[in-house]
């Protein structure tokens, strides 16, 4: 256990930058990877992750150099080696699985082809051995069907099974590393857990060392035995995966820890100031200095070295850890927020919804009418109140984002009516509301990237929604615009910025700051924190949940997040293939009884605490249409008691702590099968 | 999968008729007939009487229509006005000369393109990229009529390797014309295969960049293997689609160079057509140049169907 097989020593990596300056991105990292050890490496984007994972394969991205350092794989240099040798190693030593499984595999070739290509490169197997070899691989990353799936193309996958044979893949070699970097992003909830159940298995099964890099200490925390946290190009903080979640002592750890909702908690979690530096402006001192409420003078001038404390067994890059022993109990806390209870009127509803995506045949377009009897989204009812923040939940494909663009007017709805203020009926289509319902209903975007013009200021991108609704010019405008960067807590100096001069979060708050120009009563969020970072999403959330507070908006929140749903939510709606399975008040629909769903979902949350494991209760595969008639969930849901749930649409049952669950199981049935 | 090509070959037919009723339409609301605009001056009394029996232009226009487009599917273009012969042994020759012409430099210039394109994207901002890309900028840049005059006024007129007018009898046989096609040929695989070779270079490029061509180096793929499958299908299927225009392009639209060769094809002949006013050549060439847009397009739209996986079981699976 204590050999080690890879070792990084002082690793810098850098690019010239236009001006012809050296710039570092990595900053003198050393580190060991041990025998059958796996290890997490965990920091924000652009920490510099995975330019250190591929560069512990002998990968340099294009444009990047390494300006010193070395890392040795089994005492040899990688960084020295000549192509050749490195096709030696790759793939037979060190197998990497990508982070996105699915744009990682070579689309005109088969998936059994792929795999065979490993295999006969780096095992002297026949072909039968190797036909044979295929379906045992497959069969070991537990993939249906092994014979019929290794002559499926990689687009007729779903993400989870695209994962998979990446994994296949990287362990035909039989190599002595496994490197990941992000396996699980962008994979569903339940999937995701699914897939690090099968890294922990195959970990423990092969002996296999493993990094895995990730932005998600949740994810980190389930399969790491060590973590090592990267801040702006260098290691902050590494050591045993346990004290580093539980005890972190570097401030950075700590308040990264702090800003993950977690499931426990109903308040907002705590957030950190500012964001991190981008590589070449950090001089001298400490580069977490800016956004860090320990900092003193001497951390100002002075950067501090990577001290080893024998009796934590751990590395930390901090003048001031001390203060952080013993600190740990302050983890579990997030800050309260005002809920809203019901108080407030009704201002919309949602009658027997049902939108689809089927193209209309000529005839029934000529009678304007759509004839789907398997609508994606279907008998959608829900009533919003004034000032309440409702957030809808559920895998891909749930339907969430269809719905909110229902709501917004861009999406036509099959059957049933949209209601704003006073029961009147808005139209499903944009071109015929007037000009006040328009402004009345804003949309936040998941990726504020897309949603921001890249040729307009912050100032162009602002005044707009101003001059369109409310005829603003002069000085007026300006002084509005000031008002709501003030709002979204960014400074004047930002209304020349373009979006490209803007990091993820102060976009994200640029659009916040756009959507509520309009003064609008309702606001349309779509996965608005899934594109950021931990630190910056608990920033965005805080500053949603303060406007709300100050000016009575209404929010519509989609996210498959159920941490983050619960932190920011008041009632959660949980759908299904775009069916309703529950609605209550947030704190109810996070307790038993639960809706066979949510009880899947919440199951499958990852929390940052290596003592938490997921429960993995039923199996994630895609279904790709919803059921024609019965329950929307009969193909996966563990509790199915039998054929009524195949042929009757399950009722509405109404529990004793206010929420409503659509299914059969008796709900007090329900309360005791899952105590 | 059947039933798909049968709509698309629908659809080109439908495009075609559709072409043929814009020319008919086109030339019937022009002032004056076929016999008026080819006569001129002329144009009175018995000639004029004359001209208009031999067109059948007394019978209305949709009979015409009709009657002309009746001929064209059996293949038979009617007559043309000026040299009084059958238009299909007007277009005979030239469809053959054209023919030549394109599939020779075809068969020079796409090879030639695609070698070019991975080289260059290989080797991207290395001495071969920086050589072979400065050229084909080059080239692309130089207008036709300059670089055929060029071509002629160095290799024909200095050099005196090569005549610099073409000149076919039209009985030529494929070596007579392989000779003086030289010039022309190297005219046209200029610019085309500068064109071609860049839009190659920027697919390659693009193709290495992605994630499962870095997953492919780190699973210890060697390079040449790399490039050969997991690189080039995925960067020359968008390519299919430049070809097969490049090629209708070829067919049809080389005017310039035609000119400037004094080459007999069909761009030659649809300016020759046009200035004497031959209306019923000129609709026959509308027809055959918008068949030779549908046909290439059809073809190539079915072979990226054929070789994209994504499509073809898209396809099968509907
Ligand atoms: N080819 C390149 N040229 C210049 N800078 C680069 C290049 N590749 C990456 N960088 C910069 O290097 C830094 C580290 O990048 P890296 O991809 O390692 O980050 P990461 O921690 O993996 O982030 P993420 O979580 O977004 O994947 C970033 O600031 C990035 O902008
Ligand atoms: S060295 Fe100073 S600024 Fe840096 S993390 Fe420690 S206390 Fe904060
Ligand atoms: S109705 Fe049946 S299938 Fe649906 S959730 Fe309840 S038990 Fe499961
Ligand atoms: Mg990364």
């Not at chain 1, 690019?15 to 290890?39: D, M, P």
């Not at chain 1, 399969?223 to 979640?245: C, F, N, T, W």
């Not at chain 2, 060769?261 to 027809?287: H, K, M």
Request: aromatic fraction near 6%; glycine fraction near 6%.
């Amino acid at each position: 256990m204590n050999e080690i097989i890879e070792s990084v020593k002082n690793l810098s990596i850098g690019f010239n930058s236009q001006k012809g300056k050296q710039i570092s991105i990595l900053r003198n990292v050393s580190t060991n990877i041990k025998k059958g050890e796996t290890v997490g490496i965990v920091g924000e984007s652009g920490s510099g992750k995975s330019t250190l994972a591929l560069a512990m394969m002998g990968y340099i991205k294009q444009g990047l150099f390494p300006l010193k350092g070395e890392c040795l794989f089994k005492s040899e240099d990688l960084l020295k080696m000549s192509s050749r040798q490195l096709e030696k190693i790759r793939g037979r030593k060190i197998a990497m699985i990508p982070q996105n499984a699915g744009q990682a595999l070579t689309p005109n070739l088969k998936i059994g082809y792929q795999i065979d290509e490993a295999l006969k490169l780096h095992t002297d197997l026949n072909k039968r051995e190797r036909d044979k070899k295929i379906s045992e691989l497959l069969n070991k990353v537990r993939l249906p069907s092994p014979e019929t799936m290794a002559f499926r193309y990689p687009h007729e996958l779903s993400g989870g099974q695209q994962q998979r044979v990446a994994v296949a893949m990287a362990l035909a070699g039989k190599p002595d590393l496994l490197l990941l970097d992000e396996p699980t992003t962008g994979l569903d909830v339940t999937t995701q857990a699914h897939v690090l159940e099968l890294l922990r298995f195959i970990a423990k099964d092969t002996g296999t060392s493993m990094i895995y890099v990730s932005h998600d200490l949740g994810a980190i925390a389930q399969v790491s035995d060590r973590i090592v946290v990267m801040y702006a190009g260098e290691i902050v903080l590494e050591g045993p995966a346990r004290k580093i979640l539980k005890e972190p002592i570097h401030p950075y750890t700590y308040g990264l820890l702090k800003s993950i909702p977690k499931l426990s908690l109903s308040g907002l979690p705590a957030s950190m100031p500012g964001s991190q530096p981008q590589p070449g402006s950090i001089n001298e001192g400490c580069s977490f200095y800016d956004r860090c409420n320990l900092a003193t003078d001497n951390c100002k001038k002075n950067s501090p070295d990577l001290e080893h404390i024998k009796e934590l067994d751990t590395n930390v890059r901090c003048f001031n850890y001390k203060e952080l022993i013993n600190q740990n109990n302050n983890l579990q806390t997030s800050i309260t927020k005002k809920s809203n209870n019901g108080e407030g009127n009704e201002i919309l509803k949602l009658k027997d919804v049902s939108i689809s995506y089927a193209k209309q045949k000529f005839f029934d377009q000529l009678l304007n009418k759509i004839s789907d009897q398997n609508p994606t989204v279907k008998d959608i009812n829900i009533d919003i109140k004034k000032g309440e923040t409702i957030a809808l939940v559920g895998e891909s494909g749930s339907g969430k984002s269809t719905i909110l663009k229902s709501i917004a007017g861009l999406l036509k709805t099959k059957d049933g009516q949209i209601k704003f203020e006073n029961d009147r009926i808005l139209s499903s289509n944009l071109k015929m509301r007037n000009p006040n319902d328009l402004r009345a209903i804003q949309l936040i975007f998941q990726n504020p990237d897309e949603s921001l013009n890249p040729n307009h200021t912050v100032e162009q991108i602002l005044s707009q929604p101003l001059k369109l609704y409310f005829n603003l010019s002069g000085e007026e405008l300006k002084k509005n615009i000031i008002d709501l960067l003030k709002k979204v807590r960014l400074g004047e100096f930002y209304m020349s910025r373009y979006p490209r001069q803007l990091s993820g979060g102060e976009k994200q708050r640029v659009a916040v700051a756009r959507a509520f120009a309009a003064k609008p009563d309702i606001i349309l969020c779509d996965e608005v924190t899934s594109a950021l970072d931990v630190s910056v999403q608990a920033a965005v959330l805080n500053l949603l949940q303060q406007l709300k507070e100050d000016l009575g908006t209404t929010y519509v929140f989609v996210s498959h997040d159920l941490a983050v749903v619960r932190a920011i939510s008041d009632r959660v709606a949980v759908l299904y293939q775009g069916r309703l399975c529950e609605i209550g008040p947030s704190q109810n629909v996070y307790k038993f009884p639960s809706h066979p769903y949510t009880e899947v979902l919440l199951g499958a949350v990852l929390e940052p605490d290596p003592d938490i494991k997921p429960k993995l209760v039923a199996e994630d595969i895609v279904e790709e249409k919803p059921p024609e008639k019965g329950c929307s969930f009969q193909g996966r849901c563990p509790r199915k008691i039998g054929d009524i749930c195949n042929s009757e649409v399950p009722p509405w049952q109404i529990g004793e702590n206010g929420n409503a669950i659509r299914c059969h199981i008796n709900i007090e049935e329900l309360a005791s099968l899952q105590q | 999968m059947l039933l798909l090509i049968l709509k698309r070959i629908g659809l080109g037919l439908i495009t075609l008729f559709i072409v043929s009723l814009i020319t008919f339409v086109g030339v019937e609301v022009l002032p004056g007939d076929a016999c008026t605009t080819y006569l001129e001056r002329e144009a009175y009394g018995a000639a004029l009487d004359a001209c208009i029996k031999r067109l059948g232009l007394d019978v209305p226009a949709y009979e015409r229509y009709l009657d002309w487009a009746s001929n064209v599917v059996r293949g038979d273009f009617g007559y043309s006005l000026s040299g009084e012969m059958p238009i299909n042994e007007v277009l005979g020759p030239r469809v053959k000369n054209s023919l030549v012409l394109a599939s020779v430099s075809i068969l020079i210039g796409i090879p030639l393109a695609i070698v070019l394109g991975i080289i260059t994207a290989l080797w991207r901002d290395k001495l071969p990229d920086i050589m072979i890309s400065t050229i084909t900028i080059f080239s692309m840049t130089i207008p036709e009529f300059i670089s055929a005059t060029l071509l002629i006024l160095i290799v024909a007129i200095w050099l005196g390797w090569l005549p610099g007018i073409v000149i076919i009898p039209s009985d030529a046989t494929f070596y007579e014309l392989l000779s003086n096609i030289i010039l022309p040929v190297v005219a046209i695989s200029m610019i085309m295969t500068a064109h071609m070779a860049r839009m190659v270079r920027s697919s390659v490029i693009q193709v290495m960049a992605s994630d499962y061509v870095q997953m492919a180096i780190l699973k210890g793929v060697p390079y040449w293997k790399m490039v050969f499958r997991h690189v080039l299908p995925n960067a020359l299927l968008p390519a299919i689609n430049v070809v097969a225009l490049t090629i209708a392009w070829l067919l049809g639209g080389v005017v310039v160079t035609e000119v400037v060769f004094n080459y007999p094809g069909l761009g030659r002949l649809v300016i020759e057509s046009i200035s004497n006013r031959d209306l019923p050549v000129v609709q026959a060439l509308a027809i055959i140049l918008a068949s030779i847009y549908v046909g290439i397009n059809l073809i190539a739209d079915l072979m990226t169907l054929m070789l994209n996986p994504r499509l073809k079981s898209l396809q099968i699976r509907k």
